[in-house]
């Protein structure tokens, strides 16, 4: 059974950083593309960052320049490399993969993990 497990979140100060993981267990053949979602407080779920298998990558204007998405094939763990946060980072944040498996091919959501930009 695939699973993903995320950690990482947790309270930061403005200006600092933060590192998201997404591990994945279970037996499979290889991650797609790789999706980091967030819902702050009161808002819809919104598309942070996406890393295609080929390498693209592209990030909401908001987030550009600070966020890095990237992924450890070996360890089967995706990231969100998270610099400069700002109090609007605070949120909510859910890796989406899509995973190839002996079952053919699935999208799997984390459980979420809450990240607190505050002073």
């Known amino acids: 059974q695939v699973q993903l497990v995320e950690s990482g979140g947790g309270q930061v100060q403005p200006g600092g950083s933060r590192r998201l993981s997404c591990v994945v267990s279970g037996r499979i053949f290889s991650i797609g593309t790789i999706n980091w979602y967030r819902q702050g407080p009161g808002k819809q779920r919104e598309l942070v960052a996406t890393k295609t298998a080929g390498g693209s990558t592209n990030y909401v204007d908001s987030v550009k320049g600070r966020f890095t998405i990237f992924r450890d094939n070996a360890k089967a763990t995706v990231y969100l490399q998270m610099n400069s946060l700002k109090p609007e980072d605070t949120a909510v944040y859910y890796c989406?993969?899509?995973?190839?498996?002996?079952?053919?091919?699935?999208?799997?959501w984390g459980q979420g993990t809450q990240v607190t930009v505050s002073s």
């Open positions: 989406n993969l899509d995973i190839f498996h002996a079952g053919g091919r699935d999208d799997y």
